[in-house]
């Protein structure tokens, strides 16, 4: 059981994080904002995968201008992600952002966060604060993990000199190792709620594994209120991956868990294929179901025996279990088609 760092409770829209509330997934579009029917389009399937909190790109006046329009489309809570011009972070406060993202280093003047502090104080909404290894502030020669503490410090800082407490905090690098210190730091100088991430991750085969060994590895700290998985590529994946990585550290109850085996020379059955298939067709599901897979009777029967439903492969044919008790034998042929009827009966 992971115990989790104590953290303030911070609401984002209608979803609380920190304190004893459940990790949020979120995501970030990846349309243009001022784009609206596509934006509006990308969030609905972001909020289909179990997206919690989306975040928009804000570079322009109308991106700004339409969060509006796309806040009276969508449920998720809705956070205006901003950087250089302050002005666009008061348009998008004005236009009903459940939260802000800036990051300090590059909003300019302490004038400018002021105006940006009033207008989120207004209107009771949060900001991030985030900090981020490709766009620290000048003075730091290297994105080291001290230094994006200390970034996030001191205009976590200014923030809190200005009256404003509403606050989260992120420091991301591009590298997992830098990443897990930041955040070991961090963790251990502020209690507000902290947004997890490895930065630009890559792609997702990459990106996949460089962000759950980075979040997992914090949330295995109990370190993490809220996380975003970067990928280059469609941001539902970034969903599923961020499920999943929750899934792993057993965090959440969500959806499918597939147990299958590695197969070796004893497996005398295809079982790539089939776990494939299964993996696909149960993509959706979203009851916490576990389902083992096994290509033998070596691991087989044990593994499946203990999952809600499960399949042992033999000699050319399969037995199936639910909750533990073999209920078929089936051929080959059979057990993909066999085993996803045991799994939409449970269902
Ligand atoms: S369950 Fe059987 S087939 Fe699968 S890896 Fe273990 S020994 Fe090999």
Known sequence: MISRKKTKTINIGTVAIGGNNPIAVQSMTKTFTSNVAETVKQIKRLEEAGCQIVRCAVPDTESAYAIDKIKKKIRLPLVADIHFDYKLAIIAAEMGADKLRINPGNIGSLEKIKAVVSAAKERGIPIRVGVNSGSLEKKYKHPTAKALVESALSNVRILEKLGFYNIIVAVKSTSVPVTIEAYRLLSQKVDYPLHIGVTESGIPKIGTIKSSVGIGALLAEGIGNTLRVSLTGDPVEEVRVGYEILKALELVKKGVTIISCPTCGRCKT??????????????????????????????????????????????????????GKIVKKVPESRMTSALLEEIRRLI
Do not use: H, W, Y
């Open 270 to 323: 295809q079982m790539e294929k089939v776990v494939s298939e299964i993996e696909r067709k149960t993509r959706d599901i979203i009851k916490p179901l576990k389902i083992a897979i096994m290509g033998c009777e070596v691991n087989g029967p044990g593994e499946a025996k203990d999952a809600d439903v499960g399949l042992a492969g033999g000699n050319g044919s399969g037995l199936i279990f639910v909750k």
